[in-house]
């Protein structure tokens, strides 16, 4: 909790959110073109070397260091520099520190992809580009930086609209992993929290859930309302064809008519609970531009949205339905504009970024209703709790 909150978010984190920030809200998301600072770059490049040479013997630890060795640099020089108040003074100064700290933050993405990959192409998204990843084949994609991009100060443009990645982890999720994660210990001590005591935390949580789940998201309800609105795409889809997936026990292959003539496969985790009667020939509603994911050999174009409820004791979930409205039917919230173009593509914490939730049976972001051709989404028995 410690190291998450104070190096992770409090280090790395507050690097990148108070540089791309900063940039966005004085510069118009444009990176200003500045000087090499010398002195800067020779540290950071000393780091950058050591991690290398780590990585090369597999001393993963001791690159780990290295990596943030470079951004405490980096936080350092941001608040010599005073960037805030040097804007309005001396703009060649807040210039040339920000100018310098894009590039190094384009290099640490580099070298944490390999422990944070998700945050690293979310990161390097922002300043429009992508990370090699070795998953993905041997060749690096057409354009994607790579290690010997390390030290390069050039291809940076700007910044697009940036969100809080990670949020301080607090002592009721650590609670929540110590008892996840803690095995069968027999009798319990003294220390552990009663049985009681649990239930209270796991009401908390949405019905189903097996996961600890954030008490609040990381973005203000306005923020959720205008990334949505930027970047997330929810559209009415038919199930046409379903199966399961043969080598996932959880997992059904549906095959979904979205309106485009073209099929579309997602696989949802939903063989616990629902049966292939249930879904085929469902209009239900999908994250349609999410990344592709390959889950137990099969690529997956999205995810359908459910949520949990109990019944009788027993963990069940819902599927979003849009009976009422045709295959590729957009579904926005009230007030917004139903032609408005998203991002062509969303990782999943972008999406998770925005929390979706039932209240009272009416789906909802911060307040506004989703609809889909103008009716309302409802929930019939997961009426209140998270959707996703």
Known sequence: QEKYNKELIG???????RTLLFINKNYGGKIPQGKKDEALWKEVLEH??????????????????????????????????????????????????????????KD??????????????VVAGYLGHTIYDAHYGFEAKEGSLTWDDLGKMEGLDGVSE???????????TVDAFRTKFSGKQGEPKKDEKSKSQQKKEKKAEPAGSKEPREEKPALTPEEQIAFFNANIE????????????????????ETMDDGSGKPRTIQSGLRKYLTEADLLGKHVVIASNLAPRKMRGV??????????YTEDGKECVEVLDASWAAPGTKVVL????????????????EFFSVSIEAKDGLVQIAGKKLLADGREIKTVKALNGEIG
């Open 11 to 17: 280090n790395l984190g507050n690097l990148v959110n």
């Open 334 to 349: 009230e007030g917004s504009d139903v032609n408005a173009v998203k991002k062509a593509e969303i990782s999943g914490d």
């Open 234 to 253: 929810l559209k009415v889809a038919k199930i046409v064809d379903i199966k399961p997936n043969p080598d996932g026990d959880k997992l059904y292959i």
């Open 108 to 121: 640490l993405m580099i070298m944490i992809q390999p422990y944070l990959p998700q945050y690293s192409q």
């Open 48 to 105: 950058e070397k050591k991690a290398t040479e780590h990585l090369e013997w597999a001393e993963l630890k001791d690159a780990f260091h290295e990596i943030f060795a470079i951004s405490d640099i980096c936080n350092k020089a941001f608040q010599a520099a005073e960037p805030w108040k040097a804007i309005k003074t001396n703009k060649e100064v807040s210039d040339n520190v920000l100018y310098n700290l894009a590039y190094v933050i």
């Open 162 to 172: 940036t969100a809080v990645y990670f949020t301080p982890l607090d002592n009721k």
């Open 299 to 308: 690529e997956s174009y999205g995810m359908l949205l459910a949520g949990d």
